[in-house]
């Protein structure tokens, strides 16, 4: 059975099926392997299994980090300090019954980790009676360089849980270390891919499957809980696929986004997410944004290949926002003065309902967000075959620089407007208050040579900056 939608999009029976569930929130979200696939570069998981399409591990990002000298020490520490676990009493035996060094057991011990760490500036003892110092050494190293790699990854992840896993319990001593090896040898076969990390060896299949099922447990370890999944799994290929197939179906397609009732990132992140190619015939994304509204939203057109129209609405009444009828106002004149076929709309206001049904002839792709979307305006879309999907649900990765860009921009703002400092009317009122004489060039030096490089900035613990005058004699 085939079913044609408002949409003129023929889905068969269980596409609609899938697109119910989906639209209810039951769908299966499209796997990210960032994070777990630096995870198993650093703990020395062999370069195979990045070959391997089929696994996990991305090669583009081995190929990535094997440039990072940060990421290279980790990583040869770890293969190390793993291959030392598997061979400890062949080591031993090694040493003790046949005169042979660590570096001279290239079957136990690959010679290429140290060569590469000794390359890297890493010198670790090889001439010893006694493996143990040898995994202290390796132990100590790892606990003292791990940090240098919390930039790898993104800040939304609590780094404190996942450093923790690379860090042998109480691997400085020689107690520590057969401790976790004994806890090692009884559960290897849990370890992915047989690597040693610090966890709690359950029986969970492949822990590095996917960041979602990673990030997932790594919070669980610690008794907490990761709700953020938009930050490591995406929406489904089915839903990609209908959003593809709205677009490429349409005539001229034109995004129309009420900035109050949507947000930036995850827009970003969004449009970031799709394929390029499937977006070129969108022709603009026409932004209405208001003095309510994210700032964020004047940085959207850096992120992104599409073209932008910018519109800010002014308010007559602090209290009334006229964006439901400029958006109203602008989509009728795109349908029926510029020949825009298809609209993707990106708003959760249910007010847009009466917009998409008085514009039977134009077709509508609505992009809304979990919390603040009705279930009224669901079930209406529902009703009249109006594909929609969350947008909050799409991989967040996209949306950090934007962010980040946010932040910095609105930082640098309000510092200055907390800041409103003047050295020159301050030295006014100094002068007044001194009862000295200078005039304006005499003013002007003094500051120049006195003032500037000696003004400090200091920000306490508690967030507090301090601007200080550091008096010289």
């Known amino acids: 059975m085939d079913i044609t939608t408002k949409n003129n999009t023929s889905l068969n029976f269980a596409d609609v099926i899938a697109m119910i569930n989906e639209q209810a929130g039951y769908s299966s979200h499209g796997e990210q392997y960032d994070i777990v696939s630096k995870v198993a570069y650093l703990l020395g998981i062999h370069k195979r299994y990045f070959e391997?399409?089929?696994?996990?591990?991305?090669?583009?990002?081995?190929?990535?980090l094997e440039l990072d000298k940060r990421a290279r020490i980790i990583r040869n520490l770890c293969i190390l300090r793993t291959q030392m676990e598997h061979n400890f009493l062949k080591i031993c035996q090694g040493i003790q019954q046949e005169g042979r060094s660590i570096l001279g057991m290239p079957e136990y011990m690959p010679i290429s980790a140290m060569q590469a760490l000794s390359d890297d500036?890493?010198?670790i003892y090889v001439h010893l009676k006694?493996?143990?110092?040898?995994?202290?050494?390796l132990n100590k190293n790892i606990k003292s360089r791990i940090n240098n790699c919390r930039d790898l990854f993104p800040e939304w992840l609590n780094w404190d849980y996942l450093s923790d896993i690379f860090i042998m319990p109480d691997g400085l001593t020689e107690e520590g270390t057969k401790k976790a090896a004994a806890f090692y040898y009884e559960n290897m076969n849990y370890y992915p891919y047989k690597q040693y990390l610090n966890w709690p060896a359950q029986d969970e299949g492949n822990i590095l499957l996917n960041d979602k099922k990673f990030?997932?447990?790594?919070?669980?370890w610690n008794n907490d809980e990761f709700r953020n999944l938009s930050f490591v799994s995406d929406v489904s290929d089915r839903t990609k696929a209908n959003i593809y197939d709205f677009i490429e179906n349409s005539e001229k397609c034109v995004f129309i986004v009420d900035c109050e009732n949507s947000d930036p990132y995850s827009l970003c992140?969004?449009?970031?997410?799709?394929?390029?190619?499937?977006?070129?015939?969108?022709?603009?994304?026409?932004?209405?944004?208001?003095?309510?509204?994210?700032?964020?939203?004047?940085?959207?057109?850096s992120y992104i290949n599409i073209p932008v129209e910018y519109i800010m609405i002014e308010r007559?009444?602090?209290?009334?926002s006229l964006a439901d009828v400029k958006v109203t106002a602008r989509t009728c004149r795109e349908f029926y003065a510029n020949n825009v076929d298809s609209f993707v709309l990106v708003s959760s206001d249910s007010d847009y309902w009466g917009l998409m049904e008085e514009l039977p002839q134009a077709k509508f792709l609505v992009m809304v967000e979990h919390e603040k979307c009705s279930y009224a305006l669901k079930e209406a879309l529902m009703k009249n075959d109006i594909f929609y999907c969350y947008i909050d649900s799409f991989y967040a990765g996209g949306a950090e620089e934007i962010k980040n860009e946010a932040i910095q921009k609105e930082l640098a703002r309000s510092i200055k407007a907390s800041l409103e400092l003047n050295l020159y009317s301050l030295m006014t009122d100094v002068l007044?208050?001194?009862?000295?004489?200078?005039?304006?060039?005499?003013?002007?030096?003094?500051?120049?040579?006195?003032?500037?490089?000696q003004l400090e900035i200091e920000v306490t613990d508690n967030g507090d900056v301090e601007l200080s005058y550091r008096v010289r004699k």
């Open 269 to 301: 992140a969004a449009i970031r997410n799709l394929e390029p190619e499937r977006l070129k015939k969108i022709e603009k994304i026409i932004l209405f944004d208001d003095v309510h509204a994210a700032s964020a939203w004047e940085l959207l057109g």
């Open 432 to 453: 007044g208050r001194t009862r000295i004489s200078m005039n304006d060039d005499e003013v002007k030096n003094y500051i120049k040579r006195k003032v500037k490089n």
């Open 316 to 320: 007559l009444k602090d209290n009334k």
């Open 215 to 220: 990030v997932t447990l790594l919070y669980q």
């Open 121 to 123: 500036g890493i010198e």
């Open 130 to 137: 006694d493996p143990t110092p040898y995994l202290v050494n």
């Open 52 to 64: 391997n399409e089929n696994e996990p591990p991305k090669l583009e990002i081995y190929k990535k």
